[in-house]
């Protein structure tokens, strides 16, 4: 008895501690008397800095379009915790879901059912097989393609040139990596969706450029960096770095820096690091290519409202909404780091 | 070993209720039934660790032995295997696995926390390595699925197919220890080891045995996630669930210096670290907070454990003393 007695007060006093603080997106008060607030969730694919930003682009909706109440969820381990938090919202009866599917073909049974139980939308990647509403997204090649010509700027007399990303079982990563492979060869344009990929390990050469093979550290960061060590030693021409993750264009600047080659490896980025921008200003990187993640945020909000109140004249017939994409030089760099700060800070915030 | 599962079982109901009064939905059909399953998927790998703890071992494979039965089942769907074959052939290869360990440890006399870790390392880096990393799918095996992810129709209720397993599995485990010779010397073996085999105990023969549960439950519960899943991303599928896995057996009332433990606690144990997630989850708590708060309960149900059997110890003790006056 005294054991059970002593368990509970210990159960008690962790929950207390738990409950005390509201979670991540349930800080929104009911509103007094009005018409009641439509509950949707925010699911990520994970824990990262990039989810943050996205997560300030909900509570920024959330605070400026008014009528919904929005809980934003971050699975820490993969494809089950995803899962059971879905589960979990169905449970809880939520109205609305823009969840960034992990694995889309795997899922898709398991997405159909929660699409029969609640709207559901996908954002940052997309489910396509899926009963799906709208997928809130960008077009990466494109993208890719807009990285390519960063590349060109950087190094307009030609060299070689080689791509870090963290994985090429991403879609997103694949579509990217081919957007800067075409753009740098001069190809036709692809369309997205029907996107033809080269193979991984082989060197393309071009009239003035050179992809050399593509490396892939699977989300560690010291092998991030050691890859791109390894290349500085195995390309004496190197010419310039493209990082295609967030993470990866500052483990190439580390090296090139520790390599004693600032300035004269060229890097060019994706996504919105610190350290990346921080470069750019110091004219070490030529430029980046940033989704603004908070637009995912906003975005998927605000087409949740809408489809909640009956209108369905937001989603597109492609079922596709591109939120587009900003290229990030020393030209804009001040106002698009103010806006990044700015939009971090909100995503931090606990309410 | 009784009052083991009264303390396990108290913090169950307790969180229980607390979630059940806190959250409406809690009590939905829907959520008992994934409570139920995650569960049960939690608990074989928990009783499988059991057992190796109950010899005073460790096994650190587990998770990694989970990602390489599930990504080798979807790569053999993927080159045309007949799949039934493939999940005997996996079952078998996990057999393999535990009594290679098993052999190391007692015949090499290499320590299982050695063993076990390159075990982890080794099996993680062959999943990646044999699928090329790639995200792979389960297509065309329906009939496993049901088997494997199905569910039982009780009225409107359905009962998750890993409870079935869970059931199967603890039955025979529950056995094994408690009614059969063997369990009484694996018992013997972690609490002392040199006397158990002074005592003409095969003490290495049964720790290989204890080994090959291991390693056998954790390719199980690889093909049930696999199904569960539908999916499996070999860098991470089943990454750190040896630790959750440990988690259990501990809180589930086994001692890792060896000769203890029950199935039945482990079951409540593993259920209680799966109705934590939900309730964190259901109570609105910030999911970042999740980690803490399972880590803080392990905590404070193992330490009460311990005082608790200090103070039972004492009394007992001074009972003796008194009664001798």
């Known amino acids: 008895m005294i054991k059970k007695l002593t368990m509970m007060a210990a159960a008690a006093a962790v929950f207390a501690a738990g409950c005390g603080k509201p979670s991540d997106g349930d800080g929104a008060t009911e509103g007094g008397g009005a018409k009641p607030k439509h509950k949707i969730a925010y699911v990520t694919n994970g824990i990262d800095p990039f989810w943050d930003l996205c997560a300030a682009g909900v509570k920024q909706a959330e605070n400026e379009l008014g009528g919904v109440e929005c809980e934003i969820h971050f699975p820490p381990k993969g494809l089950a915790d995803q899962k059971s938090i879905l589960e979990t919202l169905l449970t809880k009866g939520i109205k609305g879901i823009a969840v960034s599917p992990i694995d889309a073909d795997g899922q898709t049974k398991f997405l159909n059912e929660v699409a029969s139980e609640t709207v559901l939308i996908t954002h940052d990647a997309d489910a396509p097989k899926s009963n799906r509403q709208v997928y809130v997204g960008t077009d990466n090649y494109k993208a890719g393609r807009a990285l390519g010509q960063l590349v060109k700027e950087a190094i307009p007399d030609g060299g070689e040139v080689m791509i870090f990303v963290g994985r090429l079982e991403q879609l997103n990563a694949r579509q990217r990596r081919q957007g800067v492979i075409d753009e740098l060869l001069d190809r036709p344009h692809q369309v997205l969706g029907q996107v033809k990929f080269d193979e991984v390990a082989k060197v393309f050469k071009g009239d003035k450029y050179t992809v050399l093979d593509t490396r892939t550290d699977n989300f560690v960061m010291d092998t991030a960096k050691s890859n791109a060590e390894d290349a500085i030693t195995k390309h004496k021409d190197l010419a310039c770095m493209v990082g295609l993750f967030a993470y990866n264009p500052p483990r190439c600047l580390a090296a090139i820096r520790e390599a004693g080659k600032l300035g004269q490896i060229k890097v060019c980025g994706f996504d919105e690091d610190d350290d990346l921008l921080q470069a750019i200003k110091d004219g070490h990187a030529q430029g980046t290519i940033s989704q603004q993640p908070w637009k995912y945020g906003y975005n998927s909000v605000k087409v949740l409202k809408a489809i909640l109140d009956g209108d369905t004249s937001v989603i597109p017939a492609n079922k596709f909404i591109d939120v587009g994409f900003k290229v990030v030089t020393s030209k804009n760099i001040e106002a698009f780091w103010s806006e990044k700060r700015k939009m971090a800070a909100l995503g931090a915030k606990k309410d | ?325």
């Open chain 2, 1 to 325: 070993m009784k009052k083991n599962i009264l303390g396990i079982l108290g913090l169950f109901i307790f969180i229980f209720i607390f979630t059940a009064y806190y959250s409406e939905p809690f009590l939905s059909a829907y959520n008992m039934q994934n409570l139920i399953k995650w569960s049960s998927l939690y608990a074989i790998m928990g009783i499988g660790v059991a057992f190796v703890i109950i010899t005073g071992g460790i096994d650190l494979s587990i998770g990694s032995v989970i990602g390489l039965v599930a990504s080798l089942m979807a790569l053999a769907i993927k080159k045309g295997w007949d799949p039934n074959f493939a999940v005997v052939m996996l079952l078998g290869l996990s057999l393999g696995i535990g009594l290679i360990h098993g052999l190391l440890i007692t015949k090499v006399k290499l320590q299982p926390f050695v063993v076990t870790l390159c075990g982890l390392l080794v099996y993680r880096g062959i999943s990646r390595w044999m699928t090329d990393n790639q995200t792979m799918q389960y297509p065309g095996t329906d009939k496993l699925d049901s088997l494997f992810s199905g569910k039982v129709l009780m009225g409107s209720f359905g009962l998750p197919a890993p409870l079935f397993f869970l059931i199967v599995v603890a039955i025979l485990a529950a056995i094994f220890l408690n009614r059969t010779i063997w369990g009484r010397y694996l018992f013997a073996l972690g609490n002392n080891e040199d006397g158990a085999r002074y005592s003409g105990i095969e003490t290495d023969r049964l720790k290989i045995v204890a080994y090959v549960i291991c390693s056998f439950l954790a390719g199980l519960s690889g093909l049930l996630f696999a199904y569960e899943l539908d999916s499996v991303q070999p860098a991470q599928t089943g990454e750190f669930y040896e630790l959750y896995a440990i988690a259990a057996a501990v809180l589930g009332g086994c001692s890792l210096r060896g000769g203890q433990g029950t199935i039945l606690g482990v079951i409540i144990a593993a259920a209680v670290i799966r109705l934590l997630r939900n309730s964190i989850n259901l109570l609105g708590i910030s999911t970042h907070l999740e980690y803490a708060i399972i880590g803080m309960v392990i905590l404070c149900g193992v330490a009460a454990d311990e005082i608790i059997k200090r103070v039972m110890a004492r009394r007992r003790t001074a009972q003796v003393t008194t009664a001798r006056k």
